[in-house]
Every structure is written in structure tokens, then in C-alpha cells.
């Protein structure tokens, strides 16, 4: 990852974690909690006993939440991210879940996670590869981080192909969402950033091929609600 970005992100992280989970909420309409499901689902864990998984750029926990949920606690989970306010604020809502003893939270970023060599049956990351600039890279730490066969979930916002949606997409996304995320979260920068780094997201072909050059197969990519979120995924073997 760019040394210069990098204090950069996660200051501006830090800063919004405490309007984070209520904005992603609101401009998603909600949106953001089925994406999340569809990509546990894609894992195929099936009730989770015995297995593990790790959720980079974990934000406030709601990929760990909704995975541990969805397999009754069955499944242990680490959630990592490199913003210590996000991780605080995850800590909170995974001590009033029922089955919150099923994830570990550790501070760290994606291109150096704190994980032994084949020691994860699934790896996630919602909304966090397109901040970091070694995509390839940390694709490969994930590779490293699972066992064979084990699967890789990425979920991220991106660009409708659609050349009327991506109209309106575009005006919601570059002059909407900066003032209302501003207005909430006292910090409109973050909420310029978004459009740009999303803008500059690989496209679907480009960001499969980065994929199987870390090493992943079965690669897959599968647009959601118009084209602004794709499911990514693929297989270790």
C-alpha cells in the first residue's frame, strides 16, 4: 500500500466510525445488510462448526456479525481492521451479541494481517479493496491466509454499466452523497472520497484477471441491486 495514503484512510476512518454504521444504512436504503448476507452465502460454510474466517477492513463488525449469526456461533471468526475507532465501536456491538465470543478483533491492514500460513476456510473484505492501492498484493495475503479449497469474498461498491442508471448513479454519487454524508458525519471529505475511489475501481474483467493473478480460481463476478455493488469471488486450489 502507498506509506503516504495510508494515514490518510485511516484518520479519515477514525473520524466518521461514529456515524459510519447509521450512514451505511441510510444511503444504501438497507441494501448494504442483504449484500452482506449474499456474500456470507457465497462462502459456503455450511453450519460453520470447526471452521474459521477472517474479515479484513472489518469496519464496525457487521460482515463478522452477520457470519457468526448465520452460523449460530459455529464459525470463528478475526475481524481486523487498520482504524482503532472502528474496532472500538465493533467491540461494543459484538459484546451485545449473542454469539460475540465467536470473534476475535485484531488491529491490522490487509497487506500484513496477522494470520499464520493456511489458517482460514474464508476470507472477506466489504467495501475496503478499492483503499488499498496494492489490490494484487493484498489478494495474495488473502491466498496465504486460506487453507485449500478455502474461498475469498470481496464486496465492493462499483459503476453501473447501464448508460442511464450510471447517469443517475453518478449524480446521486458525486453531488448527493458528499453533501448528506458531510452534513451527518461533520467530515465531507470522506464523503468526496467515496465517489473518487469508487470512479476508480478496476472494472469487472479488469479486477477478475487481478484475481487469478494472485492465484484464485473459480473467479466469479456478480453485479447487485443495478451494478453499484459486485460480489466477487473466488477459490484457493
Request: aromatic content about 10%; glycine content about 8%; proline content about 4%.
Amino acid at each position: 500500500m502507498n506509506n503516504v495514503e495510508l494515514p490518510f484512510i485511516r484518520e479519515m476512518f477514525d473520524a466518521i466510525a461514529p456515524k459510519y454504521d447509521f450512514l451505511n444504512r441510510s444511503l444504501s436504503l438497507y441494501q448494504d445488510v442483504i449484500w452482506r448476507r449474499r456474500a456470507i452465502a457465497s462462502l459456503k460454510l455450511g453450519n460453520g462448526r470447526g471452521k474459521k474466517m477472517l474479515d479484513v477492513a472489518c469496519g464496525t463488525c457487521d460482515m463478522a456479525i452477520e457470519a457468526v449469526r448465520r452460523t449460530q456461533g459455529r464459525l470463528a471468526v478475526t475481524a481486523t481492521d487498520f482504524s482503532f475507532n472502528m474496532l472500538a465501536l465493533g467491540k461494543i456491538k459484538v459484546a451485545k451479541e449473542p454469539h460475540g465470543k465467536a470473534i476475535a478483533l485484531a488491529q491490522g491492514n490487509g497487506l500484513a494481517l496477522p494470520s499464520f500460513d493456511e489458517a482460514y476456510d474464508a476470507v472477506t473484505i466489504a467495501f475496503g479493496i478499492r483503499n488499498i492501492m496494492d489490490r494484487k498484493g493484498a489478494l495474495e495475503e488473502f491466498h496465504r491466509c486460506l487453507k485449500e479449497e478455502g474461498r475469498v469474498a470481496v464486496l465492493e461498491l462499483t459503476t453501473p454499466t447501464n448508460k442511464l442508471l450510471r447517469g443517475l448513479y453518478l449524480l446521486y454519487f458525486q453531488k448527493v452523497l458528499p453533501i448528506i454524508g458531510g452534513l451527518f458525519s461533520k467530515n465531507k471529505g470522506a464523503y468526496s472520497y467515496l465517489p473518487d475511489s469508487v470512479l476508480k475501481f478496476p472494472s469487472h474483467a479488469e479486477f477478475k484477471a487481478i484475481m487469478t493473478e494472485a492465484g484464485f480460481t473459480d473467479v466469479h463476478a456478480r453485479p447487485m441491486t443495478f451494478g453499484i455493488v459486485t460480489l466477487f469471488t473466488g477459490k484457493k486450489g
